[in-house]
Structure formats: structure tokens, C-alpha cells
């Protein structure tokens, strides 16, 4: 159950605008939620506005006090000082909504379904080809952050979908970029 949060505010800086500090921010919070192996801290943008870069200023971790305390006793901030400022741990309000935010990902690459579908099921290129036409390319209109996996070193676009509000509750596990196909977050 999250029942607590921390706010990491960007500060504004005329040299780093939002869209490059965010980020950089995720990714050290990934780095530090992949050192310590929590499946018990979600992530919430209060300045999500569904749109591409629509994610605001604003980086919420939630969870129990003492993992919020544990997470920020980690080095994970100490190269970003100038660029935040962190609230203390603030107990969620009690008529706060509940809301997944997932990760959502685009079909984008016609090319690698081709050969996905070329590996899976013996086809030829020309048959993929006409599975498979370059206009089945998805584009997503929503929130994203580039990042680089910590584990593969891959980059990616972390595309971000807040869902409807619910009634009740769901828990569940988070990944290490404190996301949940399943569990809720407080949303307030």
C-alpha cells in the first residue's frame, strides 16, 4: 500500500529546460530502484497532462515511510542538488483518486515486426512484407522520457498512460522505473 510520498520538484533553470532534466531525474531514480530491488515504490507525475512532454516539473515517489527513507538515504540526487528541490515525506491525502500509470509501446518499427514475423514463422521477407506494410506503424501521442535500460543499455522512449480514476485501490508490484500494468497509484 502507498501511503506515503516524497515530491522531487525541477527547479527552473534558463541553461536545462524540463525536458532534459525529467529525464536525466528517472533515470537516476531507475538506477537507484534497480540498486536496492524494490517492487514497492510507485511514481506519479502530477503535472501529466497526456500530451508529448506533458509531464510537468514535478516527480512523486510513493510508498512506505521507511522505503521512502531508505531510497533517499541513496546517493541517487547528489549530482542533481542544484536542479531539485525535495519535499519530506507527507503522508497521501485520504480522498486522493486511484490511477494506473502504465507504460504503453508502439508498434513503431514495421521493419523489426517483418523480421520478428520472418524468425517466428519461417516467412519470407515478401511475405512479411505484405503482412506487415509500412503504414501498420504506430504513434503514440502521450507523455514519454528517453531513457537507457540499465540492464540491456538499450535506449528506449518510456511512453506513459495514466488511466481513469478508480474507487478502490489495487496493489500490486512495481518495476524499476516504479511502474505497474496492475497496481494504482494515489493520484491527488
Known amino acids: 500500500m502507498l501511503t506515503h510520498y516524497i515530491d522531487i520538484h525541477l527547479r527552473p533553470d534558463p541553461e536545462f529546460p524540463v525536458s532534459l532534466l525529467m529525464p536525466a531525474l528517472y533515470a537516476k531514480l531507475h538506477r537507484a530502484l534497480v540498486q536496492l530491488a524494490c517492487s514497492d515504490v510507485g511514481v506519479s507525475f502530477p503535472g501529466y497532462s497526456g500530451r508529448p512532454l506533458g509531464l510537468g516539473s514535478c516527480l512523486r515517489l510513493l510508498g512506505q515511510p521507511d522505503r521512502l527513507n531508505q531510497l533517499m538515504a541513496q546517493p541517487w540526487l547528489s549530482a542533481m542538488t542544484d536542479h531539485v528541490a525535495t519535499s519530506t515525506i507527507c503522508a497521501v491525502p485520504a480522498d486522493?483518486?486511484?490511477?494506473r500509470l502504465c507504460r504503453v509501446?508502439?508498434?513503431?518499427?514495421?521493419?523489426?515486426l517483418r523480421r520478428r514475423q520472418m524468425k517466428r514463422h519461417g516467412l519470407t521477407?515478401?511475405?512479411?512484407?505484405?503482412?506487415?506494410?509500412?503504414?501498420?506503424?504506430?504513434?503514440?501521442?502521450?507523455?514519454f522520457l528517453p531513457l537507457r535500460s540499465a540492464s540491456t543499455g538499450?535506449?528506449?522512449?518510456?511512453?506513459l498512460r495514466l488511466s481513469p480514476a478508480q474507487s478502490t485501490p489495487v496493489t500490486g508490484a512495481f518495476n524499476a522505473?516504479?511502474?505497474?500494468?496492475?497496481?494504482?497509484?494515489?493520484?491527488?
Open 96 to 99: 486522493a483518486a486511484h490511477r
Open 105 to 112: 509501446q508502439a508498434r513503431s518499427s514495421p521493419e523489426r
Open 125 to 143: 521477407d515478401a511475405q512479411a512484407q505484405e503482412r506487415i506494410p509500412d503504414s501498420a506503424a504506430q504513434t503514440l501521442q502521450l507523455p
Open 154 to 159: 538499450q535506449s528506449f522512449l518510456l511512453f
Open 177 to 188: 522505473y516504479g511502474l505497474s500494468p496492475t497496481a494504482t497509484i494515489p493520484w491527488f
